[in-house]
């Protein structure tokens, strides 16, 4: 055969096998002449954190029972309030990746508030490795969606035998 011949044969085999799977689909009548837009607007919102005004650390007799009480308020106009809006937690050695939540009644308890303060009190049973140590105190506020703020902190420290007992607000 030709080489002439032979490149006609190819085309032409080419066409046929083309053809075979042209077959196999089918036609719709299918089309789409309206286009759909669709828009929103998201809003996002941030659960504010607590605000510490001040902490006292009482070591109690030679440091052996000590108490911190925590001064705090809901930033104005939030509408929270204790306890269905606040979390504690307490870290050993004021570390987070020591971090244990504490529930009201189990060695914490609040009061208030008076003139939009509240008083909470973390008892020794909470801080019970705090003798001659430090703790972090953590506040939390809780939505009532379930989201939460970042925590607001505040660290306590005393000696040995309770010598020199501090306790500050975390700076923010």
Same mark, same amino acid.
């Given at each position: 055969m030709r080489r002439g011949n032979r490149v006609v044969a190819i085309v032409l085999g080419a066409a046929v096998i083309a053809g075979w799977g042209v077959g196999g689909v089918d036609e719709t009548e299918a089309s789409w002449a309206?286009?759909?837009v669709a828009q929103t607007t998201l809003t996002a919102t941030t659960v504010p954190k607590p605000v510490i005004q001040s902490c006292?650390?009482?070591?109690?007799?030679?440091?052996?029972s000590p108490t911190i009480t925590v001064k705090w308020n809901f930033p104005a106009g939030t509408g929270y309030a204790a306890p269905a809006n606040i979390a504690y937690a307490v870290a050993e050695g004021g570390l987070l990746p020591s971090l244990?939540?504490? +529930? &009201? !009644?189990?060695?914490? $308890?609040?009061?208030?508030?008076?003139?939009?303060?509240?008083?909470?009190?973390?008892?020794?049973?909470?801080l019970g490795g705090l003798l001659?140590?430090?703790?972090g105190l953590y506040l939390q506020t809780v939505d009532a969606t379930g989201w939460t703020s970042g925590r607001a902190g505040a660290t306590a420290?005393?000696? +040995? &035998? !309770?010598?020199?007992? $501090?306790?500050?607000?975390?700076?923010?």
């Open positions: 309206e286009k759909e006292v650390l009482s070591p109690g007799t030679l440091g052996t244990t939540v504490v +529930l &009201l !009644g189990q060695g914490v $308890t609040t009061t208030g508030p008076v003139a939009g303060t509240y008083t909470t009190t973390f008892a020794a049973s909470v001659g140590g430090s703790y420290a005393m000696g +040995l &035998l !309770g010598a020199n007992p $501090t306790c500050a607000p975390n700076p923010t």
